[in-house]
């Protein structure tokens, strides 16, 4: 079992910046994908951005050019670092890991995001 703990979001103006963290409990079998997803009321999880454990990076296209997902070298803890947010970006972040090997999925808590005009 692994348990993902999100932070780091909040209320930021438009065109403002946060940073969000999501740690891992323990280590994560060696091919794994870590991902941040979002979902707004009414609507379905969407991916915003994920990592590959070889590398390898994909982002939503709404993203591409203000988000950035990062990790550590323990590959433990992934970041997505958003810049020139917009108010459509407003909803609950969630963190997710998939291992391939057993083709679970975890996922953290959800952190709010909120960007006013």
């Known amino acids: 079992q692994v348990q993902l703990v999100e932070s780091g979001g909040g209320l930021v103006q438009a065109g403002g910046s946060l940073r969000l963290s999501c740690a891992a409990s323990r280590s994560i079998p060696s091919i794994h994908v870590m991902g941040w997803y979002r979902q707004t009321p009414g609507n379905q999880r969407e991916l915003v951005a994920d990592i590959r454990s070889g590398g390898s990076i994909n982002y939503a296209d709404s993203v591409k050019g203000r988000f950035t997902i990062s990790r550590d070298n323990a590959k433990t803890t992934v970041y997505l670092q958003m810049n020139s947010l917009k108010p459509e970006d407003t909803a609950v972040y969630y963190c997710?890991?998939?291992?391939?090997?057993?083709?679970?999925?975890?996922w953290g808590q959800g952190t709010q995001v909120t960007v006013s005009s």
């Open positions: 997710n890991v998939h291992v391939i090997a057993t083709m679970r999925g975890y």
